[in-house]
């Protein structure tokens, strides 16, 4: 059990589910505590929100599950959520042991949420969130201890060695998306993390977003390609659950994708990325438009 977090009465949930079935890694749901007046704000279960990622290998949220009368047939059911906040929950010791614990390698913080996560799905077990169990978490500004010098380095580099071991082919669009600078940083050797994944014959990347994240959008197989943005065989300019939208006149904004009401056409007149520049500069020339935008 690992906990950074306040809370009280918040363990046993927890405890009880671990009990129950040794392969959960068990998180608490997370209320906020406010990092200017610390003042607890508590979230009823259907008003959470599930652990999820992005492209970017950082953890993000996900909307909560409808009940299905089935696996959730109450709020008080756990939840099946695709990866965990790092700050806050439990594991047996046996089968932390046998997810191989933490990559040693993995300096100072970051993507070892990440790492735990992938592990624990692909490789026989599962996460779930315990709603009867509640912590309260301080969302920063700012971390509240030292990451030395060159911090984004060392994130990168922890992130290259966990998408190296665990994602497969999809790793390369986590290295599309630091650039191929950051792509470049010596992220050592693997080879006995490789080995782990093997000996516990863990389950394929493929797996992991086809049954366990499925809402998690594939970049891939795409019109046109940018540093950020992608322009999809659907016409519209995407990053992740963001897509391009006209906001009037000139006006550019980003909308959730199933509410955008924008299709964009590239004529390719003359070689441009997909970048916000390009896109103003497209939508401000008249009679030479490289990009035309319509709205349904």
């Known amino acids: 059990m690992t906990n950074k977090v306040h809370g009280n009465c918040w363990l046993e949930p927890l405890l009880q589910r671990v009990t129950e079935d040794d392969t959960v890694v068990a998180v608490p749901a997370t209320d906020v505590i ?48 695709p990866s965990l906040l790092g700050c806050c929950f ?114 394929s990347f493929e797996y992991y977003l086809k049954d366990v994240i499925p809402e998690l959008y594939i970049p891939v197989n795409t019109s046109a390609a940018g540093a950020f943005f992608q322009l999809t065989k659907e016409q519209q300019i995407r990053r992740d659950d963001g897509c391009l939208d006209s906001g009037g006149d000139l006006d550019l904004v980003t909308s959730l994708c199933s509410e955008a009401r924008s299709h964009w056409v590239y004529t390719k007149l003359m070689k441009q990325t997909i970048s916000l520049p390009t896109l103003k500069w497209a939508l401000m020339k008249r009679g030479k438009k490289a990009w035309s935008i319509s709205s349904s």
């Not at 009823?44 to 696996?71: C, H, V, Y």
């Not at 026989?124 to 709603?131: F, H, L």
């Open 90 to 203: 439990a594991v047996s010791t046996n089968n932390f042991n046998r997810l191989g614990r933490y990559d040693p390698e993995l300096q100072i913080w970051g993507c070892e949420d990440m790492e735990l996560s992938f592990k624990a799905w692909m490789c026989g077990g599962s996460i779930e969130m315990i709603p009867c169990s509640h912590v309260g978490h301080m969302f920063r500004l700012r971390l509240p201890f030292s990451v030395g010098q060159n911090f984004d380095r060392t994130l990168t580099r922890n992130c290259l060695r966990v998408a190296e071991v665990w994602m497969d082919e999809y790793r390369e669009i986590y290295r599309e998306r630091i650039g191929p600078q950051m792509s470049r940083i010596d992220f050592g050797e693997v080879s006995s993390r490789k080995d782990l994944r093997r000996r516990l014959k863990c389950k």
């Open 34 to 81: 406010g990092w200017q007046d610390s003042a607890y704000h508590f979230e009823p279960a259907w008003n959470q929100f599930r652990g999820g990622m992005g492209w970017n290998l950082i953890f993000s949220w996900l909307s909560m599950t409808p009940l299905d009368g089935k696996e959730r047939k109450t709020w008080a059911d756990p939840v099946k959520m």
